[in-house]
C-alpha cells in the first residue's frame, strides 16, 4: 500500500502580504524536498475540486457567505490582523478541503494507506464563525465529519502538533464526544486558548510545552496525555493536524523540535491507527515557517508515512 501526496498549483494561488510568514514559498520549499529520488515511490496526486456543500460540516451558511463576499476581485484584503484573502483564496481554501476528503476516501477505499496533503492555507484555527490566524476554513475539522457522513465513522481523533492550539478545531467539536481532539502546543502562545482545564465534552485533551522546551517535554506530552486519550478512544480515522512550527528553526515561537521528534511522533501515530484504525491515517500540512526547517521535517513526517 502507498502514501499519497496531495497537491495543486491553487495552493500557491493562495496570496498574503508581503512579509507575511504564511507564503506560497512554504509548498515550493516542500515541493523541492519532496522531489528527492527518496520520494520516488509517492502516489502523487492532483488535489480534487472540493465539494463546498462539505464546508457547512463545519461551519454555519452564513459565515460561509461572509468568507466568499470577502474574496476580492483584484488585490490582498485583510480578514483580520494576521488572516488575508487574495482573488483565488476561495478556490484554494476549498480545494484543500477537496484534497484532504479524497485523502479520507483513500484510506477507507483502500488505495492508500495513508496520505499527506500539502495545501494552503492552513486550516486549524478557524472556528465555527471566525476565520482567523491565517485560516479560512477548518479542513481538519470538515475531513473529520465528512469520514463520519461518508464512511460511517464513529470516532475520528484530531491530533494537532502545530505549535499554536487549534483553537478553531476546540471549537467546533466542544460540545461532540464522537470526535477526540488532542493538542500540542506552546503556551503561552497565539492565540492563547489551549489550557489543561479545557476539556469540552471530555473529548478534548490539550497538552501545553513551556516556552524554551523540546524534545523530551514533548515526547513525555505525547506518551503520558495524546497516545493514552487515544488508546481510549480507539478511533476510526486519526487525522494529523501536521503542522511544522515547533522545529527549533521557526520563528513564530520557542519551542525546540528537531525533524527526529516529527519522525517520532509520525511512527507512534502509526502505531495507534494500526492498533485501532485500520493503519488509516490522513495529515494534513498547517503551518511551519522557517523553509528549511519545514522541508526538513515534512521529509522526515512523510519519510515515515511511506515506511507504512
Ligand atoms: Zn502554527
Given at each position: 500500500m502507498v502514501t499519497r501526496l496531495y497537491t495543486h498549483p491553487i495552493f500557491?494561488?493562495?496570496?498574503?502580504?508581503?512579509?507575511?510568514?504564511?507564503?506560497?514559498d512554504r509548498?515550493?520549499?516542500?515541493?523541492?524536498?519532496?522531489?528527492?529520488?527518496?520520494?520516488?515511490?509517492?502516489?502523487?496526486?492532483?488535489?480534487?475540486?472540493?465539494?463546498?456543500?462539505?464546508?457547512?460540516?463545519?461551519?454555519?451558511?452564513?459565515?460561509?457567505?461572509r468568507v466568499r463576499a470577502a474574496i476580492p476581485e483584484t488585490g490582498i484584503v485583510s480578514i483580520d490582523a494576521d488572516t488575508s484573502a487574495?482573488?483565488?483564496?476561495?478556490?484554494?481554501?476549498?480545494?484543500?478541503?477537496?484534497?484532504?476528503?479524497?485523502?479520507v476516501d483513500d484510506v477507507f477505499e483502500g488505495r492508500a494507506a495513508n496520505a499527506f496533503v500539502a495545501a494552503r492555507p492552513p486550516g486549524h484555527h478557524a472556528e465555527k464563525t471566525t476565520a482567523m490566524g491565517f485560516c479560512l476554513f477548518n479542513t481538519a475539522a470538515i475531513a473529520a465529519r465528512y469520514a463520519q457522513k461518508k464512511h460511517q465513522a464513529e470516532r475520528v481523533a484530531v491530533v494537532d502538533w502545530d505549535v499554536h492550539h487549534g483553537n478553531g478545531t476546540q471549537d467546533i467539536f466542544w460540545d461532540d464526544p464522537s470526535v477526540l481532539y488532542c493538542s500540542t502546543h506552546?503556551?503561552?502562545?497565539?492565540?492563547?486558548?489551549?489550557?489543561?482545564?479545557?476539556?469540552?465534552?471530555?473529548?478534548?485533551?490539550?497538552?501545553?510545552?513551556?516556552?524554551?522546551?523540546?524534545?523530551?517535554?514533548?515526547?513525555?506530552?505525547?506518551?503520558?496525555?495524546v497516545l493514552p486519550a487515544l488508546d481510549d478512544f480507539a478511533p476510526d480515522l486519526i487525522i494529523i493536524s501536521a503542522g511544522f512550527d515547533a522545529h527549533h528553526r521557526d520563528p513564530l515561537a520557542e519551542i525546540?523540535?528537531?525533524?527526529e521528534d516529527f519522525d517520532w511522533a509520525t511512527g507512534q501515530l502509526m502505531e495507534r491507527a494500526?492498533?485501532?484504525?485500520?493503519?488509516?491515517?490522513?495529515?494534513?500540512?498547517?503551518?511551519?515557517?522557517?523553509l528549511q526547517g519545514l522541508a526538513f521535517s515534512v521529509a522526515a513526517h512523510v519519510g515515515r508515512l511511506m515506511k507504512g
Amino acid at each position: 500500500m502507498v502514501t499519497r501526496l496531495y497537491t495543486h498549483p491553487i495552493f500557491l494561488e493562495h496570496l498574503t502580504p508581503s512579509g507575511h510568514p504564511e507564503r506560497p514559498d512554504r509548498l515550493r520549499a516542500i515541493e523541492r524536498v519532496l522531489d528527492d529520488e527518496a520520494f520516488a515511490a509517492l502516489d502523487r496526486v492532483k488535489a480534487p475540486e472540493g465539494d463546498e456543500a462539505t464546508i457547512l460540516y463545519a461551519h454555519p451558511e452564513d459565515f460561509v457567505a461572509r468568507v466568499r463576499a470577502a474574496i476580492p476581485e483584484t488585490g490582498i484584503v485583510s480578514i483580520d490582523a494576521d488572516t488575508s484573502a487574495s482573488p483565488k483564496s476561495w478556490q484554494a481554501a476549498v480545494t484543500a478541503i477537496g484534497a484532504a476528503n479524497a485523502a479520507v476516501d483513500d484510506v477507507f477505499e483502500g488505495r492508500a494507506a495513508n496520505a499527506f496533503v500539502a495545501a494552503r492555507p492552513p486550516g486549524h484555527h478557524a472556528e465555527k464563525t471566525t476565520a482567523m490566524g491565517f485560516c479560512l476554513f477548518n479542513t481538519a475539522a470538515i475531513a473529520a465529519r465528512y469520514a463520519q457522513k461518508k464512511h460511517q465513522a464513529e470516532r475520528v481523533a484530531v491530533v494537532d502538533w502545530d505549535v499554536h492550539h487549534g483553537n478553531g478545531t476546540q471549537d467546533i467539536f466542544w460540545d461532540d464526544p464522537s470526535v477526540l481532539y488532542c493538542s500540542t502546543h506552546q503556551m503561552p502562545l497565539y492565540p492563547g486558548t489551549g489550557a489543561k482545564n479545557e476539556t469540552g465534552a471530555g473529548n478534548i485533551v490539550n497538552a501545553p510545552l513551556a516556552p524554551r522546551t523540546g524534545s523530551e517535554v514533548f515526547r513525555d506530552a505525547f506518551l503520558s496525555r495524546v497516545l493514552p486519550a487515544l488508546d481510549d478512544f480507539a478511533p476510526d480515522l486519526i487525522i494529523i493536524s501536521a503542522g511544522f512550527d515547533a522545529h527549533h528553526r521557526d520563528p513564530l515561537a520557542e519551542i525546540n523540535l528537531t525533524e527526529e521528534d516529527f519522525d517520532w511522533a509520525t511512527g507512534q501515530l502509526m502505531e495507534r491507527a494500526g492498533r485501532h484504525s485500520g493503519n488509516r491515517l490522513v495529515s494534513l500540512l498547517e503551518g511551519g515557517y522557517d523553509l528549511q526547517g519545514l522541508a526538513f521535517s515534512v521529509a522526515a513526517h512523510v519519510g515515515r508515512l511511506m515506511k507504512g
